[in-house]
């Protein structure tokens, strides 16, 4: 969703860069190039005049003049500003001190209102650990009960629904008894599903500060769709004065809009966004956090939720007995049945490219990453599933007949079968490195690897090894002195993720193919 604002605040920043001091007229330029992605961005006119006047308050004082670098220091302060306007601190859900916790949610029509009740009580019983019991009161909408009955049992959580919709039954009514029924089957929070409109009206509003009157919610939910920009804030500024709400949640943040509704709603309204929908699937669901969003903004990444998305997709118990086995013999214990096993618990993550997009300096593959094809990983679970435990065991005696049996076995070519060990081999030995902790082999610039910048004697004594020998020729030698580093081209690795400015390094072939590349 925030591409183009990244793209073009990546931009702004690049024209700072190797700047040893700051005038005026560099930090209108940044300003007004900010400014023009905001808009772009569709972030409402009055957040963007304010966050631009922060930023050039900022960025003029002597919090800038005094740095050692003074663009690093602007980005530190848009970094600051991106997370004030995106609502500061994370905020939790307000827990009741006596059950049932009650939770509102409310919206307008195609919100994604009904799905958004599903996962948020498959967020709450996974994680908090507690008995959610979601709430049929949107009676207007057709189907609308069925479709939550349906996202309930997929969630495994209870659905109270007495009256089957569709024009009939009161929704005030039935949000009524639904306290009852909480409190006698001992739900520790109840989730109110209410119905929408097409449009802010009068009969909405009255219906939703019904319920609300007659429930006493301990939190009043705001769903958005965070594809319709300004009229986003608009909304939810009805829906403020109108109802009331204490939160805001973002739904169908991995659209294509420009994001605009992320950035403004928590200034415009003074309520936090307090979570975010990002997919079809009910694991689709996280916490908002201000900070991690603004860093995903500027291409920093978002490791924190790597590692967390991680905690849970992993086995903390198999994952021990991984790195034992990489830990011993080289890696030889380590098995394709334990490659495809790690493979697994990754896309239990989510999408690759989700996963991808959260390291830092993701963007610069960008378009590798857009065309990377998912259906990779199910190839390569059909070549391994295609071979015998013996060969999975011991991928060395997997010879030119063995390799025709498994590509006919899995519909392959023999050329993905061979490919595919050899990757094997090279992760195997890499990952068993990791574990060592001599750090990823071949790769420069990283820890306990020769092309490490310092280190000890042997590091020098192979930096010195390597050393290229200048010419005899005298003309040879100075030319060979006056050729000028190449910046990385296309497929390499920049200087801060382990490359070298020379532009040496490139992606290896087969992670290029991966992400779609030649």
Same mark, same amino acid.
């Given at each position: 969703?925030?591409?183009?604002?990244?793209? +073009?605040?990546?931009? $702004?920043? /690049?024209?700072?860069?190797?700047?040893?001091?700051?005038?005026?007229?560099?930090?209108?330029?940044? $300003?007004?190039?900010?400014?023009?992605?905001?808009?772009?961005?569709?972030?409402?006119?009055?957040?963007? +005049?304010? =966050?631009?006047?922060? &930023?050039?308050?900022?960025?003029?004082? $002597?919090?800038?003049?005094?740095?050692?670098?003074? $663009?690093?220091?602007?980005? /530190?302060?848009?970094?600051?500003?991106?997370?004030?306007?995106?609502?500061?601190e994370t905020r939790e859900l307000r827990m009741a001190k006596r059950p049932p916790t009650v939770i509102m949610l409310a919206g307008l029509q195609g919100a994604g209102k009904t799905t958004l009740a599903g996962k948020l009580a498959k967020w709450l019983k996974e994680t908090k650990h507690q008995t959610p019991m979601l709430v049929a009161a949107d009676l207007q909408r057709p189907n609308a009960v069925t479709q939550l009955q349906v996202v309930g049992e997929r969630a495994g959580v209870p659905v109270f629904a007495p009256e089957p919709g569709n024009g009939v039954g009161d929704p005030v009514e039935v949000a009524r008894k639904a306290m009852d029924e909480a409190r006698s089957k001992q739900h520790s929070v109840v989730i109110v599903d209410t119905a929408g409109r097409l449009g802010v009206d009068e009969e909405l509003m009255k219906q939703a500060a019904d319920i609300r009157d007659a429930v006493s919610p301990d939190e009043i939910l705001f769903v958005v769709d965070a594809m319709?920009?300004?009229?986003?804030?608009?909304?939810?500024?009805?829906?403020?004065?109108?109802?009331?709400? !204490?939160?805001?949640?973002?739904?169908?943040?991995?659209? !294509?809009?420009?994001?605009?509704?992320?950035?403004?709603?928590?200034? &415009?309204?003074? +309520?936090?966004?307090? =979570?975010?929908?990002?997919?079809?699937?009910?694991? !689709?669901? !996280?916490?908002?956090?201000?900070?991690?969003?603004?860093?995903?903004?500027?291409g920093m990444g978002d490791v924190l939720s790597l590692i967390e998305q991680a905690e849970r997709s992993f086995d903390a118990e198999e994952a021990a007995k991984t790195a034992a086995k990489l830990q011993k013999k080289g890696g030889k214990d380590f098995t394709l049945d334990d490659f495809l096993a790690q493979m697994q618990s990754v896309r239990k993550m989510g999408p690759l490219t989700k996963i991808f997009g959260m390291l830092p300096g993701a963007n610069q593959f960008k378009d590798q990453l857009e065309n990377f094809d998912e259906r990779e990983i199910d190839r390569i679970e059909a070549v391994i599933h295609s071979m015998t435990p013996a060969e999975r065991n011991d991928p060395t005696i997997i010879n030119g007949s063995r390799r025709a049996r498994i590509a006919k076995g899995s519909g392959t070519e023999v050329a993905t079968v061979s490919g595919l060990v050899e990757r094997f081999f090279e992760a195997r030995k890499m990952m068993s490195a990791m574990a060592s902790g001599k750090g990823m082999p071949g790769m420069p610039g990283m820890p306990g690897m020769p092309g490490m910048g310092s280190g000890g004697r042997k590091a020098k004594q192979q930096q010195k090894k390597g050393k290229k020998r200048g010419s005899g020729n005298p003309a040879k030698r100075a030319n060979q002195g006056n050729q000028q580093p190449q910046a990385p081209q296309p497929g390499q690795l920049p200087a801060a993720f382990g490359g070298q400015d020379g532009g040496d390094f490139e992606l290896p072939d087969d992670l290029k193919k991966m992400l779609g590349g030649n």
């Open positions: 969703m925030f591409d183009t604002l990244s793209d +073009r605040l990546s931009t $702004a920043f /690049k024209n700072l860069r190797g700047k040893g001091k700051l005038t005026d007229a560099d930090i209108d330029a940044t $300003a007004r190039e900010i400014r023009v992605a905001l808009l772009e961005a569709d972030v409402a006119l009055p957040v963007v +005049r304010e =966050f631009i006047a922060a &930023v050039k308050e900022r960025a003029s004082g $002597a919090e800038v003049r005094g740095g050692l670098n003074p $663009a690093q220091q602007v980005i /530190k302060i848009v970094n600051e500003e991106l997370v004030n306007i995106l609502g500061g319709i920009g300004q009229d986003a804030v608009v909304t939810a500024q009805a829906f403020l004065d109108g109802v009331g709400f !204490d939160g805001v949640v973002l739904s169908k943040l991995d659209g !294509d809009a420009r994001g605009g509704a992320a950035l403004s709603i928590a200034q &415009v309204t003074g +309520r936090q966004v307090m =979570f975010a929908s990002n997919g079809e699937k009910l694991e !689709d669901f !996280d916490v908002f956090h201000p900070d991690r969003m603004a860093s995903r903004i500027l």
